[in-house]
């Protein structure tokens, strides 16, 4: 068994400046040793720890699809120690990757089911990954209707335009882009606050549509009642939580909420589940 503390050796082989603020960027890296990427096998929504020799290591969810063959891929803001390293890094450096960590989003339980992903700011990232996982040709089959109401302050700050657009113009897909503001006179999207969006847009709950959600707390807290009114079951909301987090593996208790280790137990509950425990999230 691979030790869990043991990152896999990788090499940073693009680096993509996501938005103007030039705050985040998306890394992508291929594995150095034959065999790594088989062992590295995940599933959207899991995470992995980011490891910095000497500097440190920092959690971060898997932004590319387990249906991209050939490298991993995550987006990070740049807010401290760790990150602003990675930031400064090169195309070619060598760190590790360790991983993959956590649960997933219920893939098993979404087959069938209409699928309403609703995202803000950064926490994308892993939301980027289930829609691509969704719309594989090989998996669009097994969900129905699929929605994505995403937000961000200003068009410049959205990830992941170049895919955004193209989703936008494929009819198995609702794709609502909605932007806080913009002096933009050419923006062709929604302007308004992903709650307001979401009240707008999304279809009404029924026993076969369940929500995942990722954003900013604010974000979060003005959705919930919106998806309430329309009627979402509380096991029918799926959230993923960023607690601090130090080993990843449930050994060090760093992330806990009650007993659940947000690391190991999550960082995928749904918003039944989460009722629960206290709310230190
Ligand atoms: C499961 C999971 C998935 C995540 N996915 C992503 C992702 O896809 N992209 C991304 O950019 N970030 C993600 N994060 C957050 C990321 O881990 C932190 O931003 C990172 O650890 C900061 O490390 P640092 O050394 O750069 O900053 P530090 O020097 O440790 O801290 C800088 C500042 O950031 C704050 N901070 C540190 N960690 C967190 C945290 N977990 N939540 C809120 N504030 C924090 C500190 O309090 C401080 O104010 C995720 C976190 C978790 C737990």
């Not at 082989?13 to 960027?25: A, F, S």
């Not at 291929?30 to 959207?44: C, H, I, P, R, T």
Request: hydrophobic share 35%; net charge negative.
């Amino acid at each position: 068994m691979q030790n869990p503390y043991l990152p896999y050796p990788v090499r940073i082989d693009e680096i993509i400046t996501e938005t103007e603020d030039r705050n985040l960027k998306t890394f992508k890296f291929v594995f150095l040793n034959d065999g790594d990427e088989e062992k590295f096998s995940y599933q959207a929504g899991q995470f992995a720890e980011l490891s910095i020799a000497g500097k440190g290591e920092i959690p971060i969810g898997i932004a590319s699809s387990p249906t991209e063959k050939g490298f991993v891929m995550f987006t990070v803001n740049k807010v401290g120690l760790v990150s602003t390293f990675l930031h400064n890094m090169k195309m070619g450096d060598i760190m590790g990757i360790r991983g993959p960590l956590g649960n997933y989003y219920p893939w098993d339980a979404l087959e069938g089911k209409n699928v309403v992903i609703i995202g803000g700011g950064f926490a994308f990232t892993t939301l980027r990954s289930s829609i691509v996982y969704m719309l594989d040709p090989a998996n669009r089959s097994k969900f129905g209707d699929i929605h994505v109401i995403y937000g961000a302050r200003s068009p410049g700050m959205l990830l992941y335009r170049n895919e955004l657009a193209e989703w936008e113009a494929r009819d198995d897909i609702n794709v609502h882009i909605t932007v806080d503001a913009t002096d933009d006179p050419d923006w062709k999207y929604n302007v308004g606050f992903v709650p307001t969006i979401t009240e707008q847009k999304a279809p009404p709950a029924d026993e076969n549509t369940y929500a995942i959600i990722c954003g900013p707390p604010v974000m979060i807290k003005f959705t919930q009642p919106v998806l309430d009114k329309q009627g979402y079951k509380h096991d029918h909301i799926i959230m993923s939580l960023e607690n601090r987090m130090k080993c990843g593996i449930g050994m060090c208790g760093h992330c806990n909420v009650g007993k659940e280790f947000v690391c190991k137990d999550g960082p995928v509950f749904t918003l039944a589940q989460l009722s629960h425990i206290p709310k230190e999230y």
